[in-house]
C-alpha cells in the first residue's frame, strides 16, 4: 500500500491522502478499491474534485452508474446529480427529503444496487447536514447466532412508498418513483464472503409476513444497526469528497434547511453483485 491513509473508527471509515493527479492511475485505483473493501467508508479531506475529475474517478474505481436515469421520464438525468433542495436546482425536493432516513442507494430498481456512492460537497448548511454512515456487514456479524438463524432465507420488498412513508402519503409520491419496488434477500452473501443486511427507510414488507411482523424485524435490525460502534458521522469541510461502499453500508444526512444552500454532487459507481 503507497496510499496513505487513518483509520477513522474500528468498524467502520478511514481518511485516505489522495494526490488529485493520481485519480486516474490503475495502481491507485487497486489500492483504493482494497481500502474500501476493509473500511466501507474512504474520505479524501478537501480534494476539491472537479465534476470531470469525479467522474474519471467513479470511472477507475469500476464505471459511473446514473440511477436517477432509471425512473421513468429521467432518462436524460445529468451524469453528475445535484443532491440539493435549493429552489430552482431541486425538482425532486421529496426525493432529497428522504436522504434524511438511513437508507441504501438504488435499491428500488432492477440493477444491481452500486457498488458505492461518491459525493463532494459544494456548498455546506450552516447546521445540519452532517452524513452518517453504519456498517450493515459490522452489524450482521455481530447479530447473535439464533437472530442470524431466523433471518436465513427471508426476502424483503424495498419501496420509494416506504421510504417516504415519514414525509409523504403513498399517493401524492409521482406515479413514476410510486411504481418503483424490488425484492431482495434481507441478508446478503456477497462475494467476499461476508454478509450484510439489506434494510434501511426503503425496506417495505417481508415477504410472506404481516405487517406488523415485518416491521418488528426490519426496525429491531435497523436499531441494532445504527448502534455507535458500527457508525460513522461526517462533518464536511468544502469540497470533501467521501466515497462509501453501498453494498455494506446505510447513510443518511443530518436534516438541514430547505434555504440552507447545501449542495453536494454525486455520482455512483456500477454494482458488478446482484444481491442474492
Ligand atoms: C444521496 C444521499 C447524502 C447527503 O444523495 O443518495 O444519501 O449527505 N446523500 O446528501
Ligand atoms: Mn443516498
Not at 467502520?12 to 485505483?29: K, S
Not at 432509471?70 to 427529503?97: D, F, M, T, W
Not at 435490525?221 to 464536511?236: D, G, K, M
Request: proline share 4%.
Amino acid at each position: 500500500m503507497t496510499l496513505k491513509f487513518d483509520v477513522l473508527t474500528p468498524m467502520i471509515g478511514a481518511r485516505v491522502h489522495l494526490d488529485r493527479t493520481t485519480l486516474r492511475n490503475p495502481a491507485t485505483a487497486r489500492e483504493l478499491l482494497q481500502l474500501l473493501e476493509r473500511h466501507t467508508v474512504l474520505v479524501f479531506p478537501r480534494l476539491n474534485l472537479s465534476d470531470e475529475e469525479q467522474l474519471a474517478l467513479t470511472g477507475a474505481l469500476g464505471g459511473n452508474v446514473n440511477i436517477a436515469a432509471r425512473i421513468a421520464g429521467r432518462e436524460n438525468a445529468e451524469a453528475v446529480y445535484q443532491v440539493s433542495l435549493n429552489e430552482g436546482v431541486r425538482i425532486e425536493k421529496e426525493y432529497v427529503l428522504g436522504t434524511f432516513f438511513w437508507h441504501m442507494d438504488g435499491l428500488t430498481v432492477d440493477i444491481p444496487p452500486p457498488k458505492a456512492t461518491v459525493l463532494t460537497a459544494r456548498h455546506l448548511a450552516a447546521a445540519g447536514g452532517q452524513t452518517e454512515f453504519a456498517s450493515t456487514k459490522a452489524a450482521y456479524a455481530a447479530l447473535p447466532a439464533e437472530e442470524k438463524a431466523g433471518l436465513e432465507g427471508l426476502r424483503v420488498v424495498h419501496t420509494v412508498t416506504a421510504a417516504l412513508r415519514e414525509i409523504m402519503h403513498p399517493e401524492d409520491v409521482d406515479a413514476a418513483r410510486r411504481a418503483l419496488r424490488h425484492e431482495h434477500p434481507l441478508v446478503w452473501a456477497r462475494a467476499d464472503g461476508t454478509k450484510s443486511l439489506v434494510i434501511g427507510a426503503t425496506a417495505d414488507l417481508i415477504t410472506g409476513k404481516s405487517q406488523a411482523e415485518s416491521r418488528a424485524i426490519l426496525s429491531r435490525l435497523l436499531e441494532w444497526t445504527v448502534q455507535p460502534a458500527f457508525t460513522y458521522r461526517h462533518s464536511w469541510a468544502l469540497g470533501d469528497c467521501v466515497v462509501w461502499d453501498n453494498t455494506c453500508a446505510l447513510h443518511r444526512v443530518i436534516p438541514y434547511a430547505t434555504d440552507s444552500g447545501r449542495m453536494m454532487h454525486r455520482t455512483a459507481i456500477a454494482g458488478t453483485e446482484p444481491v442474492t
